[in-house]
């Protein structure tokens, strides 16, 4: 099983990379919001907006991975009291189960006990409901909320969500108070247009229509997706396709890899392959800011813990790696070549970095061997950073 997942969130947000340790049951969690009895928790790789306590995607040590988006329905969050937010969720999925049918569950669960409320933005008034894509090596499932309601339904030979309700008559399970049979999608805000999410729900569909052949470099490409179809697979320069010159009126400048000037884009990804024979290791690549203007490196996920490049886990890097971002975004050709420089001065890392992976998962490598390879991408990536920061326009990173 393949999960791929990118996190869209304000510009100037950082976001890292973190392993959380395993922890007993007993006393209390503080979440973000909310704090609730502790059940207890497996260890975690997820990536997190640093002001909260959730995650946007991840995945833990049973091999289970989540991620969600924000949707809009016709229940109006503001109305919602201070809660769980879809972060909390998709982090306490993680905690608490071993498959993905037992993280919809402890979801349900945690619906049902705590409800969702409060911003999912610092500083801002931004309640929402969220969809999880939630998988392990054997299946998976889409979850789609609206306050405390939910339905949920069978990944099948693959899903995609976006900002939009898509299970309408398809869900297969729900919270008790729908309706056997309902259109979910009569949920849906009629005042919410779908068009910000049906172009990159349309191009990441695209992606798993292939089926069984889709290989991780294959997610990152279509994680890079600008409007004109997957490019950039790890240590290829290619043809870089432009940033779009903006949002445009049929919403199609809102791309996969996001770029809405001055409001949101894309700020973290994760690739996760995740076997199902225990004996195959789980193999993890993730990114900082837009994946167009950044390199997906590999995390080891070990029996005793992992090993995650320090530069994933470094504010300052996610603001250099900000930073890229703006300067691809730069109009006409002063963005477009900014994008070719970037993507042939990292492409050299990515593609060092995972053949560098592919052999320490081949040989069954410890965390030294692992460790060492990790600080050699670091001081990669943070020369090939600075390098391409000095050498175009890019604004200089603040903060």
């Known amino acids: 099983m393949l999960f791929a997942k990118s996190s869209d969130r304000p510009v100037d947000e950082a976001q890292v990379l973190e392993w959380l340790p395993g922890r007993a049951p007993g006393g209390s969690v503080a979440t973000t919001y909310l704090t609730i009895?502790?059940?207890?928790?497996?260890?975690?790789?997820?990536?997190?907006p640093t002001w909260m306590w959730g995650l946007?995607?991840?995945v833990n040590e049973r091999r289970v991975a989540i991620g969600n988006e924000k949707v809009w329905t016709v229940d109006d969050p503001h109305a919602a009291p201070e809660a769980l937010i879809g972060m909390d969720l998709v982090r306490l999925g993680l905690e608490r189960a071993t498959t993905a049918e037992e993280a919809v569950d402890v979801i349900a669960d945690l619906l049902d006990a705590h409800g969702q409320g409060g911003s999912g933005e610092e500083g801002a008034d931004e309640p929402y409901w969220s969809s999880f894509l939630v998988v392990d090596p054997d299946g998976g499932w889409v979850l789609e909320t609206s306050g405390r309601s939910w339905v949920a339904a069978p990944v099948g030979a693959?899903?995609?969500i976006s900002n939009r309700l898509t299970l309408s008559t398809e869900w297969t399970r729900s919270s008790d108070e729908v309706e056997p049979g309902a259109d979910w999608d009569e949920r849906r805000a009629p005042a919410a247009p779908t068009g910000i999410a049906?172009?990159?729900l349309a191009a990441t569909r695209r992606c798993i229509a292939t089926g069984a052949s889709v290989t991780p470099q294959h997610a990152v490409a279509a994680l890079r997706d600008h409007g004109r179809g997957p490019w950039g697979q790890p240590g290829s320069t290619g043809d870089p396709t432009p940033v779009p010159d903006g949002?445009?009126?049929d919403w199609s400048g809102v791309t996969v890899c996001m770029h809405v000037r001055d409001y949101q884009c894309t700020t973290a990804s994760m690739v996760a392959d995740l076997p199902a024979d225990p004996a195959e290791p789980l193999r993890v690549w993730a990114a900082l800011g837009t994946p167009c203007s950044s390199v997906y490196l590999p995390v080891a996920?070990?029996?005793?813990?992992?090993?995650?490049?320090s530069v994933l886990g470094d504010v300052g890097a996610w603001r250099s790696f900000s930073a890229l971002s703006r300067a691809v975004e730069q109009p006409g050709q002063e963005g477009s070549d900014a994008l070719l420089a970037i993507?042939?001065?990292?492409?050299t890392v990515e593609a060092a970095a995972w053949a560098d992976a592919e052999e320490l998962w081949a040989a069954r490598a410890g965390a030294d061997r692992w460790r060492d390879a990790a600080a050699g991408w670091d001081r990669l990536v943070r020369g090939a950073v600075a390098d391409v920061l000095s050498a175009t326009s890019a604004p200089r990173p603040s903060g």
């Open 37 to 48: 009895p502790d059940a207890g928790a497996s260890a975690a790789l997820g990536s997190r």
């Open 56 to 58: 946007e995607h991840g």
């Open 158 to 160: 693959g899903a995609a």
């Open 198 to 200: 049906d172009h990159r």
């Open 247 to 249: 949002v445009r009126d």
């Open 301 to 309: 996920v070990l029996d005793d813990g992992a090993v995650v490049p």
């Open 343 to 347: 993507r042939t001065s990292l492409a």
